[in-house]
């Protein structure tokens, strides 16, 4: 679930004195990758069960009964009042798609699945998008740069870098996408990823663009929800009347992938990929 630099959520503890920003042992980034598995569990099980006939919130439910029979606890379900266990997100929908029996998913379109649980107090956060039946060209392209975004912003992430290498290296890996792909995809710059622990949102914000070697010096330690956000058109979002749902401005598509990433002394460790 992304963090939004309007009226985003304050981290709620403080370990490292000074910042509000956690540090965790070896053994806390073990815990955190049980809930990280968990979520990528989760995902799985949704990307398999996603075709047409189906609505997102057989989805949701599909995910709630993954993470409790894990022993996990679904993260977004009651978060400052949302109401399901996973954020389903169709076409326009950036993030933040409340899933609803009322919305069935039709051939082609464009879904993306925002995933979180909670195992032994330690959050895990992931999202993915795909293509629901026979995917549009465009479409396909527009998930493939996304990820290849969150991918370079994965391997940004490292002791001694700064947060602004990770923001930098996902614009980059997006705009050589655009590039590629004949298009100009837009980098949505009012969501972006979070750190991550004992709470789902905590201090830094993470940008999905900007200059390299700015802003905070990455420290084993930390963890961060790295989760890029594309659109086919402008960047432009809005929130809909329910308080949640945020969309493209300009009904454009739009891609959405996210990872829990720890940093270590070997360089960056996913927590949310799949065993």
């Known amino acids: 679930m992304s963090r939004g630099t309007r009226g985003g959520v304050r981290a709620v503890l403080a370990r490292w004195r000074g910042r509000d920003v956690e540090l965790k042992t070896a053994g806390e980034i073990d815990a955190m990758r ?3 598995a968990l979520v990528a569990q989760a995902l799985t099980a949704v990307t398999a069960a996603a075709r047409p006939g189906l609505s997102t919130g057989d989805l949701d439910a599909i995910a709630e009964q993954v993470i409790r029979d894990g022993g996990g606890v679904p993260s977004f379900l009651g ?3 949302y109401p399901a266990s996973i954020c389903a997100s169709v076409n326009d ?9 009322t919305q069935v998913l039709a051939d082609g379109d464009l879904l993306s699945v925002d995933c979180g649980a909670i195992v032994d107090g330690w959050h895990g956060d992931a999202a993915v998008t795909l293509a629901v039946g026979t995917g549009r060209p465009e479409d396909l392209a ?6 290849e975004a969150l991918d370079a912003g994965l391997a940004a992430v490292r002791a001694g870098a700064r947060l602004g290498d990770i923001s930098h290296a996902v614009q980059s890996a997006a705009e050589d996408a655009g590039r590629r792909d004949g298009v100009t995809y837009g980098i949505v ?5 979070h750190g991550i622990g004992t709470a789902m949102h905590m201090d830094p914000f993470l940008p999905n663009h900007g200059p390299p070697g700015q802003g905070m010096a990455l420290t084993v330690g ?3 929800a790295v989760e ?8 432009e979002t809005r929130e809909l009347d329910d308080g949640w749902t945020v969309v493209t401005a300009d009904g454009s598509r739009a891609a959405h992938w996210e990872h829990t ?3 270590t002394d070997d360089g960056p460790r996913i927590l949310t990929r799949q065993a």
Do not use: K
Not at 142 to 147: M, N
């Open 142 to 147: 527009l998930s493939a740069a996304c990820r």
């Open 189 to 193: 710059e009012e969501y972006g990823g």
């Open 228 to 235: 890029p956000m594309l659109t086919a058109g402008d960047p």
């Open 222 to 224: 930390m963890a961060l």
């Open 93 to 101: 929908q950036i993030v933040h798609g409340i899933p609803a029996a």
């Open 79 to 81: 978060y400052h009042g």
């Open 261 to 263: 990433v720890a940093v």
């Open 34 to 36: 049980i809930a990280g």
